[in-house]
């Protein structure tokens, strides 16, 4: 398995299910760095703090893409999975095609021989870090290629994040929200409860005072999610409400989360580090259509 490290998995668990994780670029103050060599979670929020502007992520080059599945292909495999980013807020998927079609057309004989598989999650951070580690346990356990694909499918068309942040700074500075919003939502003590779902972020209600943030993210995720599924919390420097968030949704679903997960770059430089969300399991929305 390979994926983009957007996904935020920890590195033990990346190490222990054998996933390659490929560090995305990110220029910070003019510096070139990149996620997970440079800095990885709690530091990245130092550095956040520290910059005279908002640092920037881009996608891993075409070229870097074809020279790692070149790399397993020359290895002997016959089939590679890379799970992107969400591909309405970044290249990192068409980048990937991109280097696919490039190693096939340096190596032929490679389009057989090694099937490259390029999946766009729809979504950021451990909603689909959560399906990645899940692809590469059946790996490992020795299921096919088709069956991990059939899963992820089945995943990524259900998967849904509620999120909200405790300060709109960084949601002015990047753009998400405008200047005259984030004065008036902080003079009011406004907090926006957001979702992503197959890719689009809205917000879906706006909650007066921090209390109010957890009890309205697991509202959403008690009525969204499919029940027994598995989920998982996220959190920026805001560990303690990341603590509450956990300990109310194992009492709203019953059983604990799978985790509790540090967010990464890619949602913090338009976020800020304090932000907690939840990442749940919905109804499967393609094959609910008719």
């Known amino acids: 398995m390979i994926t983009d490290s957007a996904c935020d998995i920890p590195f033990d668990l990346a190490a222990e299910w054998d996933i390659d994780v490929l560090p995305i670029p990110i220029t910070v103050d003019g510096r070139a760095c990149f996620e997970r060599v440079d800095f990885a979670f709690e530091s990245f929020y130092e550095v956040l703090a520290g910059t005279s502007s908002i640092p920037a992520t881009s996608h891993i080059t075409s070229v870097a893409f074809c020279e790692k599945f070149r790399e397993y292909y ?33 190596c032929p004989e490679a389009k057989e021989a090694c099937k490259i598989h390029i999946i766009d999650s729809k979504n950021y951070t451990m909603s689909y870090g959560m399906a990645v580690i899940r692809a590469a346990q059946m790996a490992q356990k020795g299921a096919e290629a088709a069956d991990i694909l059939d899963y992820l499918e089945d995943y990524f068309d259900s998967a849904e994040i509620y999120f909200s942040v405790y300060a709109l700074d960084y949601a002015k500075k990047s753009g998400r929200i405008s200047a005259a919003a984030a004065f008036m939502g902080e003079m009011l003590g406004l907090r926006p409860i957001m979702s992503i779902i197959d890719g689009e972020i809205k917000i879906i209600e706006k909650v007066r005072g921090d209390k109010n943030v957890v009890p309205a993210l697991v509202k959403y995720a008690k009525e969204r999610a499919v029940p027994s599924t598995p989920y998982c919390v996220m959190q920026g420097v805001t560990k303690e409400e990341g603590g509450e968030l956990a300990q ?5 679903f019953g059983f604990a989360p799978y985790g509790r997960f540090q967010v990464g770059a890619a949602i913090t430089i338009n976020s800020g580090p304090k932000v907690v969300a939840v990442c749940i399991t919905g109804k499967n929305r ?3 259509r008719g």
């Open 74 to 106: 020359e290895q002997g495999y016959t089939d590679l999975i890379f799970v992107a980013i969400n591909s309405k807020g970044s290249e990192m998927y068409n980048a990937a095609k991109m280097g696919r079609e490039q190693l096939y057309d340096d």
């Open 248 to 252: 109310r949704m194992e009492k709203a």
């Open 286 to 288: 393609k094959k609910g």
